[in-house]
């Protein structure tokens, strides 16, 4: 059965590794934290200037000054620093960042990948995310294998205004974990009973099957 | 110690005419100059060009500044929390340029510091480098980009002195501390205004060098954008 | 928490080897990092290049890696109040690379930043400007400077934590928060060791993610370069 | 009568106006702190990053923690600020300090300078005086009108390797006040009894003189 957002974000944390410093994006990733395992230590990075985040405050313990990058009230843990955008942004640049995980609406063959804006309809700008995939050298893309109308988001060629270039290494969609290789994109697991045709079928691009395919392990 | 202290935000905002370049702290409505801004809307200023990261929301931040079409351009790296932004800028009315975040610091960073241009990977690749350089360094390719020049970058910040030093708080920290000093005059809004000699200098994260006016603002409301809460067990 | 604490310069100095690049903190005396300096002399590891903004004295600072001829090449803005320094430099032993002091430290922190390089007007016209291309910013003349690569940073703070960061004292600050980051690894060492969540997030100078390895020096004897002084009334 | 250095600190002293952050180069500019008007607000930045200097401080009270880019143990005033040394130079190359006032070993009609390099002598580096010269609006050099051998240091054009190409505007020596013009130096004041005649024999660069001039006030 295809993974729900939870199920995707529950892959992803087993990439999540001990001594990461990780900057999650908003929607899916950003579930990633609740999967993260217990006993490892991992820092969270928001690139609105905070090293070290938590869960969200109790009721009535919110701070208008303590907020991440999607806005939402949140607060730190032990160890935490806060920081200006420029210094947010040489973390970034500067490839301190371990592992970006990021939403997506198109990724390519080659590792390109568009996800800030749709001709035609509101664009309401990339944030940091073309800083994060310019840079990052280990990036994790979060998304749902096909759009609302049954279309494949693993494409050839992204339709879409490109966010960033060649950087794109792993995807972790509803049906499937993909690698970005040479020649295309290569299947490395699939979603709890889903079959390598229904992956096949979803999938514009160029899709590697080789030998069996294990099923995810959640 | 040179005294930056001002009366409030009238008297730090005269110079600022019709058409000007500003760039405005803040990160979604927190860390905004809130006490500047209505300053702004009181004084009709039009015309504007603002550098800002995010253009507020349609009752506070730079929306009060965008309701009453004061502002020309947006430079910004995510807008359209707005639905009057939005209906100026498909209008055409608004003219918006979007910038990646760590550019947009970086360029705010490098007026401050008399770097005239740098070289950085975001945006290359994408219509973002349209009109730009690019180059190769060790294999991987950058955009150069330019610094912005402003006529007034207007931050905020949790407590000052009277010789322009800044301390940030919490997030709210964000673009402040790299436009200050970037803009012409810059102008720092204050939580706490206190006597030189009360904040321990290995604490301030701007030094007042590069404040040149500066006053405790009347009122904070510091909205909250997005009430994100879990419940006590 | 990401605990980086290590039991000494020992440990933090593992993976040194001869001929490799260091960037090292501190202005004349004031911050650097001793108790490394002294692992690094007992190592014995020779050819390295140092970058650092001075070169210590006869018998103290990097002075006592220059006097075991444990350096190759020094990236400095000035030199030369070392006698064993004069001596190697002027015998050919050492090969100095004099660069402007702005520059040194604008070149460490664009290789935090993932910056391959920026534009200065620092020593365009002179023979700084030997090789390196040069460009005309707005009438003005400026040249391209490229990031440091280094191997190691090794910096000095006065308090730290587990999580790696890092609070500086006073003027001891200096190069120390423009190089953790900009080495492949960054060592700090610090005058006191704190577990993490006892420094408060504000008042922090360098964030934990660019320090690797942290440990408390065993001993710090802060020597003065020039005492200078005045009589009480 | 010729000034000593003191005399020429307390000359340049008088262009330190109201509100101006100032850094002193190592020498006479270091003086030129002693003589600065008690009823003006001036600030003084150290490039190894400190502002708001104070004089040294009490015997017993020196931290090895806290000196100038002289190295010298010093006190700040109240106001004052520490800061990294990229940040330092943000100041000085990003036109924040307002007066410059250094030494020149020579400095030519078209105003450069050379002040860090003597081929064939020790070199001990340029420090920042080529940042604080290549940016600096408002440089005032400090020097002595010839030197130990009798000869112009004013001069048509440097001989010693250059610090900084046209960027000196104004020059105090022992001799004169020259201002750099688009022909030359500009002579604006003479020393206390030094005749215009001995300005012209000690200068070997275009000696501008226009109608009387005046003596310095000091």
Known sequence: MALDKNGIAKRIAKEV????????????????????????????????GVLGMGPFPFEGDEDADLINAGKQTITTLKGASFFDSATSFSM?????????????????????????KIPGKLVKGMGGAMDLVASAENIIVAMMHTNKRGESKILKRCSLPLTGVGCVKKIVTNLAVLEVVESGFKLLERAPGVQVEEIQNATEGNLIIEGDIPEMKL | MINK???????ALQGLKDDMTLMVGGFGLCGIPENAIQEMVEMGVTGLTCISNNAGVDDFGLGLLLDKKQIKTMISSYVGENAEFERQMLSGELEVILTPQGTLAEKCRAAQAGIPAFYTPAGYGTEVADGKESREFEGKMYLMEEAYKADFAIVKAWKGDEAGNLIFKGTARNFNPCMAGAGKITIAEVEELVPAGELDPNHIHTPGIFVQRIYQGAKFEKRIEQLTTRKRD
Chains 1, 4 share one sequence.
Do not use: C
Request: hydrophobic residues 40%; charged residues 20%; glycine residues 10%.
């Open chain 1, 17 to 48: 590794k001990d001594g990461y410093f990780v900057n999650l994006g908003i929607g899916i990733p950003t579930l990633v934290a609740n999967f993260v395992q217990e006993d490892i230590s991992v820092e969270f990075q928001s690139e609105n």
């Open chain 2, 5 to 11: 202290k001002v009366s409030g935000p009238k008297e």
């Open chain 1, 92 to 116: 970034i640049r500067g490839q301190h960042v371990d592992l970006t995980i990021l939403g997506a609406m198109e990724v390519s063959e080659n590792g390109d990948i568009a996800n800030w």
